[in-house]
T-cell receptor, first 117, second 118 residues
């Protein structure tokens, strides 16, 4: 079974631009979560999608948004980039369920390394 | 709110010796606990999880972890360390009950860098 894939792997943008990152979950997985990893803040939860609906959201400004498609693929978008948005963005997929299934582990992709200049 | 503490930024251990990476957690409901490992320029790889049942959980690559409810700890252990175990290790928690039920939001510790010395 193919793992979680993320594209692109590396991205360089300038302040003020916007960026879209893509994540394809493991086949059959319906939950996709996004995390930001930085040396200072560590791993922080951005949001989670299940069946095209945002189920949970972390403490990030509205410049960070996401969506999920009917095939469970997900995209996240960051508008008006700031220097502090430079990070490794990780996507994770899980089987997911409507309720009571949150004990399933998440499988992570290799990440997209975003550098904002 | 849930939180995870990994008190050691770095752990050094000689090859062949036992290793322990410490983790303590705080969560209002039932804790779902996870350990992940990250190699340079790679995503996180799942090692093991505790949901319920036996307090000693066995995982991938010979790792195990001991859940201690009274001490709210979930330390990662391995009887004999390998040089290839050198990596960044993350403990994570998810609230398995109450308002967190059904949510996949993981709260991670800051990570512990493990160095196994030949």
């Amino acid at each position: 079974k193919a793992g979680v894939t993320q594209t692109p792997r590396y991205l360089i943008k300038t302040r003020g631009q916007q960026v879209t990152l893509s994540c394809s979950p493991i086949s059959g997985h319906r939950s996709v979560s996004w995390y930001q990893q930085t040396p200072g803040q560590g791993l922080q939860f951005l949001f989670e999608y299940f069946s095209e609906t945002q189920r949970n959201k972390g403490n990030f400004p509205g410049r960070f948004s996401g969506r999920q498609f009917s095939n469970s693929r997900s995209e996240m978008n960051v508008s008006t980039l700031e220097l502090g948005d430079s990070a490794l963005y990780l996507c994770a997929s899980s089987l997911g369920a409507k309720t009571g299934d949150s004990y399933n582990e998440q499988f992570f992709g290799p990440g997209t390394r975003l550098t904002v200049l | 709110a849930q939180s995870v503490a990994q008190p050691e930024d770095q752990v050094n251990v000689a090859e062949g010796n036992p290793l322990t990476v410490k983790c303590t957690y705080s969560v209002s409901g039932n804790p779902y606990l996870f350990w992940y490992v990250q190699y340079p320029n790679r995503g996180l790889q799942f090692l093991l999880k505790y949901i319920t049942g036996d307090n000693l959980v066995k995982g991938s690559y010979g790792f195990e972890a001991e859940f201690n409810k009274s001490q709210t700890s979930f330390h990662l252990k391995k009887p004999s360390a390998l040089v290839s175990d050198s990596a960044l290790y993350f403990c994570a928690v998810r609230d398995g009950g109450g308002s967190g039920a059904g949510s996949y939001q993981l709260t991670f510790g800051k990570g512990t860098k493990l160095s196994v010395i030949p």
